[in-house]
């Protein structure tokens, strides 16, 4: 891949300025990022697919889940949360201060980590049958064999988590850096494994199939984060300084976040105990569910809220409130204005997009209804999530991560009560419930400690909102008379699955750009800049 023009003049030393902190400059960096997770998200869902043709949503599909949760949980303890809330924030400062000093800390970083994530590996295949008894007890009821492949698969993935810790270190590094490009290719790299990898495996070793796929692409990933690194100029070398600065800084900054995974963890398990004794499939429905819901939150909130952090970082370093005031207001608005027509499109034509991407092999009109039921659930928290990703996302870049932490712990909170008062009535769909109410009230109460914090966003962000509410409603009117004018007239199949949501939710989408262009919503114009100038230079 070719380096953008942003990153062939880089300076070592880039301050907010320099890096295209303005309006075009942050939509730019979350264009990049948002093209990657495009690739990234369609791969994801034809991952999804593979899996739900070649296995259905089984109990198999289940355990696996189940399995593939450890390292991605792991991961997220070790450097999902500290990525964002330490790692970013403290390489971006050491970036500013020269390429010598940068190099240093990175290598400092890696070593450490190296030695860290070989010896969890170890403990996790040592610990294997323990935490399948843990995270999916509740398989004992419905079917105990379960519980032994949980295990079996839980030894397979373990690596997984070394390979995806280390990548994330790498990308830290590139994102600090300002470098987007690769970092939002990884997680399409990451989905290529199972891709190529069930197909071609599962006639000989079934659902282990699955394993080798998560093994293959988390290897993939780290291979292409590293190759990136290198471009940069940052050569890693082993540098056992495990009393750097920056370490210990980095050390502070994740210790309330660390505290707060704790609490998430136990909520995650919690989660998983209570659905697996839901019904052997109850995992695997909430699964295809949560990949519907959350391809927009990854396309558009994390990759907005990430371009937006190192620009976050060093606005607050510098002492420039209104600039940090003014990229997280348009960061905010850009998020709502791009997750709503999203949301309108699940919510309305959830069943026909469910059909088309899952409905075939060994996954059943059943299975449709069970995802659609939990899909639309999952869309009133997905709303929350996407504002609350910038939310965090702005106190870390103030190197503010007890807050985030603290919110953390009480939406876990909110969860447990909610999710132990409505398992027994609702079944799986009260877990459903529980996740959607953890998600609203940690954003509602982030949204207050903005306001303490940081203050107003002024007026502009607040007519951004209402106007995207409004051209919203008219996108959902249309689709929904679309729909009911043009069902009569399609076939069935996936076919006609596939004619309802081009033609009713491209209406619906028309509607909305139109509505947006006439009412002359700045942020609409400022992206729509962004992409016909990456085109033109595509060109």
């Not at 593979?50 to 949760?69: E, K, N």
């Not at 020269?98 to 800390?105: A, D, H, K, P, Y």
């Not at 940069?232 to 309330?256: C, D, K, M, S």
């Amino acid at each position: 891949m070719s380096l953008s023009a942003d990153e062939r003049n880089a300076p070592d030393d880039p301050s907010p300025e320099q890096s295209g902190a303005g309006q075009g400059g942050l939509a730019r960096s979350a264009g990049v990022l948002a093209a990657g997770n495009l690739v990234s998200r369609i791969l994801g869902l034809v991952r999804e697919m593979v899996i739900a043709a070649l296995f259905g949503a089984t109990g198999q599909v289940s355990a696996f889940r189940v399995a593939a949760q450890v390292p991605t949980l792991l991961y997220d303890f070790l450097v999902g949360g500290m990525l964002s809330a330490a790692l970013v924030p403290v390489l971006s400062d050491y970036a500013r201060r020269g390429r010598q000093e940068f190099t240093q800390v990175v290598s400092a970083l890696v070593s450490v980590f190296v030695v860290l994530l070989t010896l969890l590996v170890i403990a996790l295949e040592v610990a294997a049958p323990g935490l399948a008894s843990l995270l999916a007890g509740g398989f004992r009821t419905s079917d105990p064999s379960l519980l032994l492949l949980t295990t079996q698969l839980i030894r397979w993935t373990a690596p997984v988590v070394w390979f995806l810790s280390m990548a994330g270190v790498f990308m830290s590094v590139l994102y600090a850096l300002q470098r987007f490009s690769f970092p939002a290719l990884a997680t399409a790299v990451f989905n290529l494994g199972i891709i190529v990898a069930a197909p071609l495996l599962a006639p000989r070793i079934g659902i282990f199939s699955l394993a080798v796929g998560l093994l293959a692409g988390s290897s993939a990933q780290l291979l292409l984060m590293y190759i990136d690194v290198r471009r940069a100029g940052v050569r890693v070398l082993p540098r056992w300084q495990w009393r750097h600065p920056a370490l210990r800084r980095i050390l502070w900054l994740y210790l309330p976040i660390a505290a707060g995974l704790v609490v998430s963890l136990f909520q995650v398990g919690l989660d998983r105990r209570l659905a697996s004794g839901a019904g052997e499939q109850s995992i695997a429905w909430m699964a295809n569910a949560t990949t519907l819901q959350q391809m927009p939150l990854g396309l558009i909130s994390v990759a907005i809220s990430l371009a937006a952090l190192p620009r976050l970082s060093q606005y607050y370093a510098a002492g420039d409130e209104a600039g940090y005031r003014r990229t997280l207001a348009r960061g905010l608005r850009m998020v709502w204005m791009l997750v709503l027509p999203a949301a309108v499109v699940l919510w309305l034509l959830g069943e026909p997009v469910t059909r088309l991407l899952f409905e075939r092999g060994e996954f059943t009109a059943a299975d449709t209804a069970q995802v659609v039921a939990a899909l639309n659930i999952y869309l009133i928290g997905m709303l929350f999530a996407a504002v609350d990703y910038p939310l965090n996302f702005a106190f870390y870049a103030r190197f503010n991560t007890w807050l985030p932490a603290l919110v953390g712990v009480i939406s876990v909170g909110i969860y447990t009560v909610v999710a132990l008062a409505l398992i027994e009535p609702l079944g799986y769909i009260g877990l459903v419930w529980a996740d959607t109410a953890k998600q609203a009230g940690h954003a509602l109460i982030m949204v207050f400690l903005l306001w303490r914090v940081v203050g107003r966003l002024g007026a502009e962000t607040w007519r951004g909102f209402l106007t995207v509410a409004l051209a919203g409603g008219a996108m959902a009117l249309v689709i929904y008379a679309a729909a009911a004018l043009v069902a009569p007239w399609l076939p069935g199949g996936a076919l006609g699955a596939l004619l309802l949501v081009v033609l009713a939710g491209g209406a619906g989408f028309a509607t909305y750009a139109a509505l947006l262009a006439a009412l002359r919503l700045p942020d609409a114009r400022s992206l729509a800049t962004a992409v016909q100038s990456r085109l033109a230079r595509g060109r």
